[in-house]
């Protein structure tokens, strides 16, 4: 696959606000093995957004339609290649297992409540973002649930992409369905759904567990088959149904 640049772009084409049922989701061929693991550049567009040129669009709109009804959408994290997961796993590993004294298996349970396994992330497709409200004032960490629910500073953005982030395309992927496993949920990570559906898709026809064990970063040594293939089912696949 020729090999993309990174382009931060600011204008925009018209873009229709709803996401139709039937709208036609993008092929899955044009995906490599690299890009879907973060490892490809790819062209990015937005100063300060670094989404795929759809999503980028479309939160635009999204943005300005929250905006005129009172919220200031600001953008936590975007795009995120494999070696910025790779730093974020290895930051976490080392603070669980010697600050904190886990055990490894413990350690690893612990980073996959809210992070992925570097090479998994759906934030390497430039299709997910996390959100808050720049409004509201808050202290410490912004990306906890109790933030976004009753009584918390980032409700109202909540209640108001509860009934508007999906005619922008836009869908939550860790839901507070209890009976879904893997991630905990994040009321704040939504993904577009006419690219990052397709991407997915192709993801899915890889051997992701080959692929997982072919990486060398801190904790990977304890992962086993097993492991792996839990973390793929729950972690990867238990999402938002209507992101499958």
Request: proline share 6%; charged share 30%.
């Amino acid at each position: 696959m020729k090999r993309r640049s990174f382009i931060k772009k600011t204008a925009i084409s018209g873009l229709a606000c709803t996401f139709p049922p039937m709208l036609p989701l993008g092929p899955t061929s044009e995906y490599s093995i690299s890009e879907l693991m973060g490892k490809e550049e790819i062209e990015l567009f937005g100063k300060g957004i670094n989404l795929r040129e759809g999503a980028y669009e479309a939160f635009l709109k999204m943005k300005k339609a929250a905006y005129a009804d009172g919220f200031d959408i600001k953008m936590i994290s975007s795009y995120r290649d494999f070696y910025r997961q790779e730093s974020i796993w290895e930051r976490k590993y080392l603070r669980f297992t010697e600050d904190d004294g886990m055990e490894p298996l413990e350690a690893i349970d612990k980073i996959i409540e809210y992070s992925t396994i570097p090479g998994t992330s759906r934030h390497h497709w430039a299709t997910d973002i996390d959100i808050i409200d720049g409004y509201p004032k808050s202290s410490g960490d912004v990306l906890v649930p109790e933030k976004f629910g009753k009584g918390g500073p980032f409700e109202g953005l909540k209640l108001w992409l509860d009934e508007n982030s999906e005619k922008f395309g836009y869908y939550l992927v860790y839901t507070d369905e209890p009976r879904r496993r893997g991630f905990k949920y994040e009321p704040w990570h939504y993904s577009y759904a006419p690219i990052s559906i397709p991407m997915l898709t192709a993801f899915r026809k890889k051997n992701i567990l080959k692929l997982l064990q072919n990486e060398d970063f801190l904790g990977c040594e304890h992962f086993t088959t097993g492991f792996l293939k839990t973390y793929i089912q729950d972690n990867i696949l238990d999402i938002n149904p209507v992101l499958l």
